[in-house]
């Protein structure tokens, strides 16, 4: 089951404003339109905002802003571009929100070692401008533009996953602001090590509540010679989704491969102007050599073709590309539109690949016969996928409906051996189903590390879990 959560006011002593404006002066902001802004991300509750925001600038700005807020009991929550969905950013106990985005430095690119540092607010889509002419890329793809330092926070992975994996393996070390106001740095440019514990790992998907990351160093990646993508229709999810199943079980290394159901393309076609049949479609890319992507797709292909798929299509121009990558990653915001007005309860289930057909198909069936309104994209090379149920805010009945479908949905995925997620990370909506997942064993164990690490209880409080 999941869980409520609670709000409980910490407010700013007028000491620590004080301080605040004489170090900061305009890069303080109490107004209300900025202080919404930072309490606000699209996740579906509605939370009082931040009682100020900072712009930080640098690793000392973020220090003084910590270190003051420790010595007076308030609460301190990184924010990046807003994007995160589960509630990450939302000072459901008051205090500063510390606004990275103008820590947007790429500061160092090796590229004969395939690393790159960048400050936390960096981009994803940034990092890859600045570096293009190196001929490497960053591949991790959540779909929004996010910062590098929220896409550690939350262990965000995306469509490139299934060939190139998540944050957590193409984080190589960190600059944190712990809760003290200290700063330290973990991991080296080194590809492995063995040296003690392995504090970079401990902070990337943390979600704020252990630190601020101030910068990341990443690991990158040789822009592939040729690449290639391509849509196939299907007659339902459950052939595209046995069609992928049996693409990551050959072998075949693809590198992206997403589902959008009827209702997702149909959304698409509507809001990008697009011609796609309104049927079950994945779309896929390939990277490599000219040979070796040739010989991924027509794999594929031959592969789709058994499970009934139709219309493969392909997209070598990097204009077509391009044509099909943004319409799937503004498939989210084109599925709103589907309801005006509507939030959405968003699930981020991920099973192991071989019982992902069952855990779909199942999870359909269920909203289907609801009722609700829905849409389906998901990651699915890597076993991801997302129901987004579309509520009307003014009326509790379907966000309880929505909950509760959401509900059966995790535990499915949990009978399976999977996670309630696999990439938006607890915030303030999966906490319960955390408890489900780890069992309150291992949930003491991520207590008692958050206790010595943030004794005060100041950092990003009441995500992961309650108090």
Known sequence: MNAPFELHPRPMPPAMREALAARFGARLSTAQAVREQHG???????????????????????????????????????????????????????????????????????????????????????????????????????????????????????????RYGTMRENVLGLTVVTASGETIHTGTRAR??????????????????????????????????????????????????????????????????????????RAVNRAEKMTLAESPMLLMEFHGSEAGVKEQAET??????????????????????????????????????????????????????????EAIVESVAEVDASGLPYFIVGHVGDGNFHVAYLIDPDIPAERELAESLNSRLVARALGLEGTCTGEHGVGLHKQGFLLDEAGPNAVSMMRSIKQALDPHNIMNPGKIFSA
Not at 109 to 126: S, Y
Not at 201 to 220: I, K, N, P, Q, W
């Open 40 to 162: 606000r991300d699209e996740s579906p509750f509605d939370v009082p905002p931040p009682d100020a925001v900072v712009f930080a600038e640098s690793t000392e700005d973020v220090a003084f802003v910590v270190k003051l807020a420790s010595e007076h009991g308030v609460p301190v929550i990184p924010f990046g571009v807003g994007s995160s969905l589960e509630g990450h950013l939302l000072a459901i106990q008051g205090g500063v929100s510390i606004d990275l985005s103008r820590m947007n430095q790429v500061l160092r690119v090796h590229a004969e070692d395939l690393t790159a540092t960048v400050q936390g607010g960096v981009t994803r889509e940034q990092l890859n401008r600045e570096i293009r002419d190196t001929g490497l890329f960053f591949p991790i793809d959540p779909g929004a533009n996010a910062s590098l330092g929220g896409m550690a926070a939350t262990r965000a992975s995306g469509t490139n996953a299934v």
């Open 192 to 265: 492995k090590s063995s040296a003690g514990y392995d504090l970079t790992r401990l902070f990337v998907g943390s979600e704020g509540t252990l630190g601020v990351m101030t910068e990341v160093t990443l690991r990158l990646y040789p822009l592939p010679q040729a690449v290639s993508a391509a849509v196939c229709h299907f007659p339902d999810v459950a052939s595209a989704v046995n069609t992928t199943i049996q693409i990551i079980q050959m072998g075949v290394p693809i590198a992206r491969c997403e589902l959008l159901d009827a209702n997702a393309v």
């Open 300 to 357: 594929v292909q031959e592969i789709a073709a058994e499970f009934g798929g139709q219309a493969f299509e392909w997209a070598t121009t990097p204009e077509a590309r391009t044509r099909l990558w943004t319409a799937r990653h503004r498939a989210y915001l084109s599925g709103l539109q589907m309801k005006p007005g509507c939030r959405a309860v968003t699930t981020d289930a991920c099973v192991p690949i071989s019982r992902l057909a």
